[in-house]
């Protein structure tokens, strides 16, 4: 804890005897009154302060030390991520919804690495670029975005056409619809509009939002392990939320073939293969 007891303590006593004091000086009606309880009030306000001066420091130091760390991270892995990946116009702000850079330079990574022929993406945004870059580095692969939010979905397939990936990239509208699974009524992708896939290399688990439903991305696995290749990979973000972590723990249970990697990145990333034979 930042503040000790003392601090607390202190902080009350100043808080008591500043009330007190101003209570006593409302009987000063005359200049030289308020001047001595004015004069009272800043002096307890400076012992407070300089009592506390020690815990101040501490949060002072311990909030910005922590900002600091997670800005030069940022820096570092955007750094890391555009020389791996040139963008012809810049990226859409990687904050808030959008992937973070560190999981941009593992998605990369894998991609470099694996060569995927097919990468299906839940939840567009600037993980499509990201991957279209790369498979335009190798010369070969495309990807299928899944989008719910046929507004996104637009802007999204506007971002691939400035970026000029428009060639390997199919944005699909991918409306939410009750799906059954598991004795359960989920709200998914509309399954209409992925039943064509096939031998997906890379599945890139993004979407739908959390807000959705409770444990919102777990059909995800049930509904396109049939349709991974034999060596495909599955690439999770915002793994350390309660929702996703209770998720791979479901699909690790249900499907033991499946070695879950854990990496630590800002919103947390897991990575699923399969465990050779
Ligand atoms: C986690 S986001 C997907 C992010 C994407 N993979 C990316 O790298 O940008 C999941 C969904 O949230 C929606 N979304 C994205 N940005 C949003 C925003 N600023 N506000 C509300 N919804 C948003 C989109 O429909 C998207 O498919």
Same mark, same amino acid.
């Given at each position: 804890?930042?503040?000790?007891?003392r601090? $607390?303590?202190?902080?009350?006593?100043?808080?008591?005897?500043?009330l007190?004091?101003?209570?006593?000086?409302?009987? *000063?009606?005359?200049?030289?009154?308020?001047?001595?309880?004015?004069?009272?009030? *800043?002096?307890?306000?400076?012992?407070?302060?300089?009592?506390?001066? #020690?815990g101040?420091?501490r %949060?002072?130091?311990?909030?910005?030390?922590?900002? *600091?760390?997670?800005?030069h991270k940022?820096l =570092?892995e955007?750094?890391?991520l555009t020389?791996a990946v040139?963008p012809?116009?810049p990226?859409?702000?990687m904050?808030? *919804?959008?992937i973070s850079?560190?999981?941009?330079n593992i998605l990369?990574?894998?991609?470099?690495?694996?060569?995927?022929r097919?990468?299906?993406e839940?939840?567009?945004?600037?993980?499509?670029?990201?991957?279209?870059?790369?498979? @335009?580095?190798?010369g070969?692969? @495309?990807?299928?975005?899944l989008?719910h939010?046929?507004?996104?979905?637009? %802007?999204?397939? =506007?971002?691939?056409?400035?970026h000029?990936?428009?060639?390997?990239v199919?944005? #699909?509208? %991918?409306?939410?619809?009750?799906?059954?699974?598991?004795? @359960?009524?989920?709200?998914y992708?509309?399954?209409?509009?992925?039943?064509?896939?096939?031998n997906?290399?890379?599945?890139v688990?993004?979407g739908?939002?959390?807000?959705?439903?409770?444990?919102a991305?777990?059909?995800?696995l049930?509904?396109?392990f049939?349709?991974?290749?034999?060596g495909?990979? $599955?690439?999770?973000?915002?793994?350390?939320?309660?929702d =996703?972590?209770?998720m791979?723990?479901l699909?690790?249970e #249900?499907?033991?073939?499946l070695?879950?990697?854990?990496?630590a990145?800002?919103?947390?990333?897991?990575?699923?293969s399969?465990?050779?034979?």
């Open positions: 804890m930042l503040l000790t007891k601090d $607390i303590q202190l902080a009350a006593l100043a808080s008591a005897s500043v007190t004091v101003s209570v006593w000086s409302l009987q *000063f009606q005359t200049p030289p009154g308020l001047l001595l309880s004015s004069g009272v009030i *800043f002096l307890i306000l400076l012992i407070t302060i300089l009592g506390c001066y #020690r101040l420091i %949060a002072i130091r311990f909030y910005s030390e922590k900002e *600091f760390a997670v800005d940022r =570092e955007l750094i890391l020389s040139t012809a116009v990226f859409p702000p904050r808030g *919804f959008a850079p560190d999981f941009g990369a990574r894998e991609i470099m690495h694996r060569k995927p097919l990468v299906v839940l939840g567009s945004g600037v993980s499509t670029l990201i991957s279209a870059y790369c498979l @335009r580095r190798l070969a692969g @495309r990807i299928v975005s989008e939010d046929a507004n996104y979905a637009r %802007a999204s397939r =506007e971002s691939v056409a400035a000029g990936l428009q060639d390997l199919t944005v #699909r509208h %991918a409306p939410l619809v009750p799906v059954p699974l598991n004795g @359960r009524r989920w709200t992708y509309d399954p209409a509009c992925f039943q064509d896939l096939s997906i290399d890379l599945l688990v993004d739908p939002p959390a807000s959705v439903q409770e444990m991305r777990f059909p995800a049930p509904l396109f049939e349709k991974l290749s034999p495909a990979v $599955i690439l999770v973000d915002d793994a350390s939320r309660p =996703e972590s209770e791979l723990r699909w690790q #249900r499907y033991p073939q070695s879950i990697q854990r990496i990145t800002e919103k947390g990333t897991a990575l699923l399969f465990q050779a034979a």
